[in-house]
């Protein structure tokens, strides 16, 4: 940004509060900045508390090149950066934050899809607040409510480093908080009525689920796979498995051709929307896997499990 150009500040909330570095001690500010074109940056300040009032402590600013880093490069700007990227669904630039080796394209697609159908945002008061430092690991918890402020949710999440000179990258993310909160609010309660699976093979799985003896996809997966084709697209050398299930309602012939029609109409929407069909393999299982028991223990019907099992499972093979 150039020493010449009349900086102004954009609106709405030109200021927000990213988070705490030590709790009610140390409080960080970003102030966003923009030129005439729009380009925007942000300014932030860490403000120290002593002896009941606040004061200035330092104030990180923008590269004098015009260039655009994530964040302040210290885990509390990471972790703000990573947030805001999930928050606004920007798959690419939330994962360029991440550990790849410890965290997988699934939890964090997950985490968008969280974001997006829960309509969370951060909290506009303390939304990451420190719980511990060292000099190669740090911890954070992350404040978000819904949309309207009237839930909040919370979830943990780790910034690791490999030495004092590497950058900074979140290394864990701990949803089990945020997933129940979900299942309050959009899932009708049910917790097992989740987009986020653990894969008993390792990793993390996406589910979309299907309404009774039904292959079509609601606007509300529909929006879930958007996430997906842009990861996808991103890269055509990544491959996903798609595998579809059934409850136990009906044959097996007739479920098996149900199952395989579920994965088949989740391929078809991807290849809709640009997805190479070579990245996608599709597996019908019938309803040989359920998740959970289509009958309660006395033989009567689960209506909650059978729901969770109507499903085609998206495990993303790289």
């Keep these: 940004m150039s020493a010449n150009s009349r900086l102004h500040l954009p609106a709405p ?20 900045i923009a030129d005439p074109d729009g380009k925007e940056q942000q300014i932030f300040f860490d ?11 330092k104030i990180i600013l923008p590269p004098a090149d015009g260039s655009t880093p994530p964040a302040a490069p210290d885990p509390l700007g990471i972790a703000d950066a990573f947030l805001m990227a999930a928050l606004r669904q920007d798959f690419e630039s939330a994962r360029a934050l991440v550990n790849p080796k410890k965290i997988s394209d699934a939890k964090i697609a997950g985490l968008c899809i969280l974001f997006e159908e829960g309509h969370y945002r951060l909290r506009p ?23 309207d402020g009237s839930q909040a949710g919370q979830f943990a999440l780790n ?16 949803l089990d908080q945020l997933l129940a909160d979900y299942a309050r ?20 799985t996406l589910v979309l ?48 051709t ?39 223990e006395d033989g009567s019907d689960n209506p909650e499990g059978r729901r969770a099992n109507r499903r085609t499972e998206i495990h993303l093979d790289f």
């Design 125 to 147: 008061q303390k939304p990451l607040r420190a719980v511990f430092e060292r000099q190669d690991l740090a911890g954070y918890l992350a404040n978000v409510e819904a949309s």
């Design 185 to 204: 609010r959009v899932a009708g309660g049910d917790v097992y009525y989740t987009p986020l699976l653990a894969n008993p093979q390792g990793g993390d």
């Design 13 to 32: 909330n030109p200021v927000r509060e990213v988070g705490e570095l030590k709790w009610n001690e140390i409080s960080r500010w970003a102030l966003r």
């Design 209 to 256: 689920y299907f309404d009774f003896a039904e292959d079509s996809l609601t606007v509300r997966t529909e929006r879930q796979l958007e996430i997906v084709a842009q990861i996808l697209r991103s890269d055509p050398g990544k491959k996903l498995t798609l595998s579809g299930h059934t409850d136990a309602i009906g044959g097996t012939p007739y479920n098996q």
């Design 258 to 296: 149900l199952s395989s029609r579920r994965a088949n109409t989740v391929r078809d929407h991807l290849i809709s929307a640009g997805v190479n069909a070579a990245q996608i393999v599709t597996l019908a299982k019938g309803l040989s896997q359920p998740r959970r028991p289509n009958t309660r």
């Design 47 to 57: 403000l120290h508390k002593k002896n009941g009032h606040w004061a200035v402590a």
């Design 159 to 174: 910034l690791g480093r490999d030495s004092v000179a590497n950058p900074w990258l979140v290394s864990e993310i701990n």
